[in-house]
Every structure is written in C-alpha cells, then in structure tokens.
C-alpha cells in the first residue's frame, strides 16, 4: 500500500482541529464549516454580510409565497387541524375496536362452527339425496308387511321382519332404523294374531305345520310355549264347534258333541304328534311334561262332566242307546291314540237309566192315583179275547191281559209299567237288575199302598165296595205278576226278583180274607200269567251284549205286542174320570 504524503496529512490534521474547535456544528453543518475555513480573512469579514443579504433574500421569497400561497397554507393550517382530530376519534374508535376483538373472535368461532355443521348438514342432504331410492324402500316395509299379512303372504312378510331385524342389528343408533323396527314390531303382533286365529279354525295337518313354522321363525315363543298356543288354539276351535250346538236338545247336542270328538279331537292328537315330533323316546311326557297326556284328559274330563250333566236330561230309552253306541265307538276310535276311557261310561249311563226308570215308574203310579181318584165305581162289560186266541201266543208274549179292561185304574198303572219297560229295553244293564227290580217293587208297593189308602178314606156302597175288592184282586192275581213277566223279558231270569217280593200285597191280601165279599170271581190268568208263575219268569228271549258289562236285554214281542196295550173302550167311563189319555195304550 502506498504511503501517504506529507501534505495530505497536514490538511487532515487541520480540519480535525478545526471540528474539535467547532463542536456544536451538525454533521449538516460541517460542508459549510469547511468552507468557511477555506475562506481567506477579508472574505470571513465579509461572510456576515454577504449572509444577511442571502437571509434577506430569503424572507423576501417567503414572502412572496406565502402572499401567493396563502390559500394553500390555510388549508394545510386546517387539514393539519382536522387531521388533529380524526385521529383523536381513530384513537377512540381503536380502544372500542380493541374491546370488541374478543367478541368477534367468538362471533368468527361460532360462525366457524354454525358453518361445519351446515356443511356437515348439506353433506348428509347430499347422501340422501343419493340414496333416495334406497331410503323410500325402506320406508316402505312397514307398509308392504301390512300388506303381506293381509294377504296371506306369510314367508315374504317375515322376510322383511328378518331384513328389519338385521338392520336394527347393524344400525342400533340410526332413529329411523329404530322407528322403522317399532313399526315393523307392531305389525309382527298383527301377524302373530292372525295365525294364531287360522290355528282356532277347521285346518289339516298340512297347514298346521305351515303355521308352526311361521310361529317359529317370529320366535317370540319357545318350544314349550309354542305346544301349549298350539293345544290352546286347537281346544278353543272345538269349544267353539260345540258352542254352536243346540243345547236345549239334549240328545242331538250329546250326538254332536261325540261326533266332535271322536273326529277332531283324533286329529289334534295326530296333528301334535307329527308337529312335535323331536322326542325320539316317542313318549310326550319326557319332553314336554306330559302336557299332551294333560290336555287331552281336559277334554275327556269334560267330555265325561258334559254326559253326566245332560243324559238327565234325556226321556228316551232309545236315545239314551243311540248315545251310548257312539260314544262307546268314540272312545274306540280315541284308543288308537291312547284315550280309551270306554271304562269310565258305564258308571254315566247306568245312572242316566235308573233315574229314567224311577222317574216313569213315579209317573205310572201317580197318573195310577190320579185315576183312582176319579173312578166312578161302576160295573163294566167284560173285556176279552176269543179263546182260540190264546192258545196261539207264544209263550214270549208280554200282551196285557184283556181282563185288566174292567179296572182303568189297573190298566193306567200297567201302560206306566209297560212304557218305563219300553224305555228300558234298548239299553238295560245287567248291574242294574236288582235296582231296576226294587224300582219295580217299589211302584208296585206303591200301588198297594193307595189301594189300601183308599179303602181306609173313602166310604163305598156295597155294589162299590165288591168293584173294589175285584180291582184289589185283579191287582194281586194279574197286574203282579205281568209285572214280573216284563221284568223278565228284559232280564232273563230276573222274574224271581219281582215274584219273591209277595209281602208288598200283604196288606190287600187281608183286605181280600177280611171281606164279607168272598165269593168273587176270580179273573182268568192268561197263558203268559200262568208261565210266569209256573216257570218263574225264565222264558227265552233274546239278548244284545254292550262292551263294559252294559248288556241290552229284550224281546222282540216285547217291542212288537206291546203296541196292542189296553184301551178303554166305554165312553161312561171317559166322562167319569178326567184323565182320558191314561186309558190309552202305552208308547212302545
């Protein structure tokens, strides 16, 4: 580097000199500080000068400005005032817009966030919109279910229930899936209903299991319940089978009711059989506790209650057999499927045909008073049959004595007799024969008992009293033993019952012994009068066997002769007595 010269260092040195001497000189100020320094000394005299002159000049030009800009200078004086105060104003407006920033700032969040769930809104509006078609099938479910079930179309509504069902199982939280599955449960209930109702109706095996298996796939009850819907259905079908009966005919409702039941109630044990047929032990009873075994001794149980309830009822010895064959053929039938009660009938009937037989032979001696009571005593023609006539009957013949014609009392009490035999005869049990015969006996005590009442009671005249003795007679020696002689016909060998009881007529056979009137005549026994007292009522006849020892005993002339019973054939004594229609024949 060169080295510098020796005058240029002396002039640096000087003007280094010179600044420290003039200290209060700007930096501004130091051009115009050098070059006064350069001046000589008569030009520094006249620098005050020469300065003054330039500070004149320039006052002069300001001047001359400012008179020729004053308008300019008066609006800078005002825009600088004006200006003064706006920004004392943008001061104020800044301190309230420095108070209001936080509230923006919360305005600008919530705008943010009002603005995200719009966005969120306009995005689910845009999905559905895509999925519109989609959407309105479902919404549509309820509806086509409804319809569905109403139509029968049972596999496609539940179809849906199980499309609903598995919606709500991936979709739990979606409200319309949720509301979706509400309606879809209510009309499942519709549904249930329905079937429930086809199960209370007249269906075949085919269609039962159809509807179990709809039952089934709704799951709304388990296999236990599911049998017990199934025999309370098929119970309230034949309940109201049976409701639809007429129950003020005792016997057509009784053959209805067995009908019933020797059909249908075959089939709902079959039906369930084959429904629930997953107990391979074939025993119902280690699976479902016997329910089966219960229900259906329910129905006997009430099947029975209903037969001991209104055989009662029944006033035909005839209807009371119709019923017993069907109901024997019934519980036949029910024993292919293990509900053989033919041994519980016996007991029903046998009681249904005393009380029959108590109840016509009541009748016989009643209407027997009521025509005692009204007898004029007066004598009447003889009644009878040519005597070749009886040498051609058959010792089977059970044909009233013609002679009892001459006693109307006698001839009312033997049409009783004959009808309560009549309605006896089709359906006769052979346990009942010793009850039957003390029926019998009591009837005929009865009797007796009236006539000897009625001798006490009333006063007769001689002619009266003899008519008397003759109807006392005619009772010992005919009606007895005709008594026992149709007894017999229904039960071979039971005569002996009736004839062994002679103390029941003690008391008119010392009436008879006691009478001043002994030379009566004595009435002539016709030939099955005489069989009976010599061969004790043991004559052939033909006999039905019933299963369960209920035995029908009777005699085809019993049924065929009796039909020629006694009729009274004098008019004088029609207007004396004021039961005419006791003196007619007896309904075989």
Request: charged share 20%; with cysteine.
């Amino acid at each position: 580097m060169a080295m510098a010269s020796p005058e240029h260092t002396a002039s640096s040195d000087a003007y280094t000199e010179m600044s420290n001497l003039l200290p209060l000189a700007s930096a501004a100020q130091q051009p115009y500080v050098s070059e006064l320094l350069s001046f000589t000394l008569d030009r520094l005299h006249k620098e005050p000068e020469l300065l003054k002159v330039d500070a004149e000049r320039i006052r002069r030009q300001m001047q001359e400005v400012a008179v020729g800009n004053y308008r300019a200078f008066i609006a800078a004086a005002d825009a600088l005032l004006e200006i003064r105060e706006e920004v004392s104003s943008i001061d104020k407006h800044l301190e309230s817009l420095i108070a209001e920033i936080p509230k923006l700032t919360s305005g600008c969040t919530e705008f943010v966030d009002s603005a995200e769930d719009i966005l969120e809104k306009r995005k689910m509006n845009q999905t559905l919109l895509a999925n519109h078609s989609t959407l309105l099938d479902l919404l549509e479910i309820p509806q086509l279910m409804e319809t569905c079930v109403r139509n029968g179309n049972y596999d496609e509504a539940l179809d849906l229930e199980a499309f609903v069902a598995k919606l709500t199982t991936m979709h739990p939280k979606i409200p319309v899936i949720q509301a979706l599955a509400a309606e879809v449960r209510q009309t499942t209930q519709s549904l249930l209903f329905q079937l429930l109702q086809k199960l209370r109706s007249n269906i075949q095996l085919p269609e039962c299991l159809r509807l179990i298996g709809y039952l089934r796939r709704i799951g709304v009850f388990s296999e236990y319940e599911m049998r017990l819907q199934f025999l309370r259905c098929r119970e309230a079908w034949l309940t109201g089978i049976l409701d639809d009966l007429d129950q003020r005919n005792p016997y057509e409702y009784l053959k209805g009711m067995v009908n019933c039941h020797r059909m249908h109630l075959f089939d709902v044990v079959n039906q369930y059989r084959a429904i629930f047929a997953d107990d391979t032990s074939g025993n119902e009873e280690n699976y479902d506790g016997g329910l089966l075994f219960d229900w259906a001794m329910h129905q006997i149980t009430l099947h029975l209650k209903t037969l001991k309830l209104m055989l009662p009822s029944i006033s035909d010895g005839g209807s009371l057999s119709n019923i017993l064959d069907q109901c024997m053929y019934c519980a036949m039938g029910l024993g292919w499927v293990g509900l053989d009660f033919r041994g519980l009938l016996p007991p029903l009937f046998e009681e249904a045909v005393l009380n029959l037989f108590s109840k016509n032979m009541t009748t016989a001696v009643e209407n027997f008073q009521l025509v005692l009571d009204s007898h004029r005593w007066v004598p009447l023609p003889s009644v009878g049959f040519p005597a070749n006539s009886f040498g051609e009957e058959s010792q089977d013949d059970v044909t009233p004595p013609s002679n009892l014609m001459e006693h109307p009392p006698l001839a009312v009490f033997i049409n009783g007799v004959s009808a309560a035999m009549n309605e006896l005869r089709p359906c006769a049990p052979i346990s009942l024969k010793n009850l039957i015969a003390q029926e019998l006996v009591k009837g005929l005590q009865a009797v007796s008992d009236s006539l000897l009442r009625y001798n006490t009671t009333r006063m007769l005249k001689t002619n009266e009293s003899v008519l008397f003795l003759k109807l006392c007679q005619a009772f010992i020696e005919v009606v007895f033993p005709h008594s026992a002689t149709c007894f017999g016909r229904c039960y071979p060998g039971g005569a002996p019952l009736i004839t062994d009881a002679t103390n029941l007529f003690d008391g008119i056979g010392r009436l008879l012994a006691t009478s001043p009137a002994r030379e009566l005549p004595k009435p002539a026994l016709n030939v099955a009068t005489k069989n009976v007292l010599e061969n004790g009522g043991n004559q052939p006849v033909s006999e039905n066997g019933v299963p369960h020892n209920i035995e029908r005993t009777a005699s085809a002339n019993l049924e065929e002769k009796e039909q020629n019973n006694i009729t009274s054939p004098q008019k004088e004594e029609q207007k004396a007595t004021s039961e005419d229609d006791t003196k007619k024949s007896p309904v075989s």
